[in-house]
């Protein structure tokens, strides 16, 4: 289906049920979406080949979304390996920033770049701490990213979720339980489909356009500051 002058073009790079989730959401929301899939022995030639093909299916690019790959076991500090450390906080910073490589041509004024993490960033969690640090790091890439191309209308933001929609909710309850004494304000973590998609959306309204480099917490009202 031709999208219409006045729809939304996003480019969702993913692949789990989160970004299943943030897919349907954004369909619902209006968007015409093409999805990018990341593989753990996929190269930055292939995923740069299958970003450009979906940015030539989509027209422009009004809007990036990054889910990027996280780990969901959790392992203690002291019992990881070179290879465990390197698989949970290495490999999706390596992935963010192959994914914003890919995605710059088909950046401009007006397009917005964000990426979706866990909250464990802002309060840490036992047997997490590598995917703490990637997705710290990936907020560290916004910031800049911001800096370098708000100039040219470019902006970027993070979007951080509840562990139990991260990590799913065999392991992210218990993380919620373990990093919090609070329960969500709202008395839910917060739906793909409902409640983050929409959040995604208005990103991609010229009226957020004052709004570049920051996370937006939607965890439900568990952490309540950056």
């Given at each position: 289906m031709e999208p219409t002058a006045g729809e939304v073009r996003t480019l969702l790079v993913g692949d789990d049920?989160?970004?299943?989730?943030l897919h349907e959401g954004l369909v619902v929301r209006g968007h015409m979406?093409?999805?990018?899939t990341t593989r753990p022995?996929?190269?930055r030639e292939?995923?740069?080949a299958a970003v450009d093909a979906a940015a030539a299916l989509l027209g422009r690019t009004d809007l990036v979304v990054h889910v990027p790959r996280r780990p969901m076991d959790p392992v203690p500090l002291v019992d990881q390996a070179t290879a465990d450390w390197v698989a949970a906080c290495e490999a999706p910073m390596a992935e963010a920033l192959a994914v914003v490589r890919a995605c710059r041509p088909h950046l401009g004024s007006g397009s917005r770049l964000?990426?979706?993490?866990?909250?464990v960033a802002l309060g840490g969690a036992a047997g997490f701490a590598g995917a703490a640090a990637a997705a710290e790091g990936i907020r560290s890439l916004a910031k800049g990213a911001a800096r370098q191309w708000g100039s040219e209308g470019i902006g970027t933001a993070v979007l951080a979720v509840s562990p139990e929609v991260a990590f799913g909710p065999d392991?992210?309850?218990p993380l919620v339980a373990t990093t919090t004494l609070a329960d969500p304000a709202l008395a839910r973590p917060g739906d793909p489909v409902y409640d983050l998609a929409p959040i995604l959306s208005l990103l991609a309204d010229p009226a957020s356009a004052a709004l570049t480099g920051a996370t937006l917490v939607a965890d439900g009202g568990v952490w309540m500051s950056p």
């Open positions: 049920p989160l970004t299943e989730g979406v093409a999805t990018v022995s996929g190269d292939t995923l740069a964000a990426w979706v993490v866990p909250t392991a992210g309850a």
